[in-house]
């Protein structure tokens, strides 16, 4: 019924093996994993190469640095790995594709977050290229700052 009901996201750089099962928890490397709520939370914002609105993305990075702002290389789906585990306390993706989205989704979800789309839709659409996602306070956060950016 197009819910994802298994994700697994490998990061061979360092041996780590994250999977999510529909309704039985989120875990990395076999151990149950959670999403954190820290007082200054830290924040990832991927953003693809592909991605060809610079006007947003430039206004999205102004209002992530109010926290701990990331950027790094790593694949969208192993950031949502990070963010499932408690490393970092959410994630915006601009994405040329949905596919990492779709695992990373069932992460954060069975780790106790929150994951949706640009339109607060936790049902994925192959279409969709922005997505957000967090523990549940921090993702709030996350989705008054993304109806401040405009998208063309």
């Not at 099962?21 to 007082?39: M, Q």
């Not at 306390?89 to 977050?113: R, T, W």
Request: with cysteine.
């Amino acid at each position: 019924n197009k819910v994802v009901q298994f994700s697994a996201v490998y990061d061979p750089s360092v041996d780590e093996l994250f999977i999510a099962f529909k309704g039985e928890g989120a875990f990395l490397n076999g151990k149950k994993i959670s999403v954190s709520d820290k007082k200054k939370p830290k924040v990832i914002f991927n953003l693809s190469k592909a991605w060809k609105d610079g006007k947003s993305s430039k206004k999205m990075t102004a209002e992530l640095e109010k926290f701990t702002l990331i950027r790094n290389r790593n694949s969208h789906a192993v950031n949502m790995g990070y963010v499932a585990c408690g490393r970092v306390d959410g994630i915006v993706s601009f994405c040329k594709d949905s596919f990492p989205s779709f695992a990373g989704s069932l992460l954060i979800q069975e780790a106790g977050g929150v994951f949706t789309n640009d339109k607060g839709d936790s049902y994925l659409h192959y279409e969709d290229r922005v997505f957000i996602g967090g523990s549940k306070g921090f993702y709030e956060k996350l989705s008054k700052i993304l109806q401040r950016v405009s998208f063309l």
